[in-house]
């Protein structure tokens, strides 16, 4: 499942920084984190999607503390 979250993130070093550590996290097949649109894409698969989204979250507040992600 690849889906697409609006996030906030306050530059481009910024966006690579969270980018680069939500790829390291087990389970993400490909992630991207764009500042331009402010948007945040992470494919993972289905069946542990939700899991892998919430340890994307806490991966990239480590590196960015200021970094927030919409969650429906």
């Given at each position: ?47 542990a999607f939700?899991?892998?989204v919430?340890a ?17």
């Amino acid at each position: 499942m690849k889906k697409k979250f609006k996030c906030e993130v306050d530059c481009a070093n910024c966006a690579a920084k969270v980018e680069e550590a939500i790829k390291k996290v087990p389970g993400v097949i490909d992630a991207s984190v764009n500042f331009l649109t402010q948007k945040t894409m992470i494919e993972a698969a289905d069946d542990a999607f939700d899991e892998v989204v919430q340890a994307a979250l806490k991966a990239a507040k480590k590196v960015e503390d200021e970094f927030e992600m919409e969650i429906a």
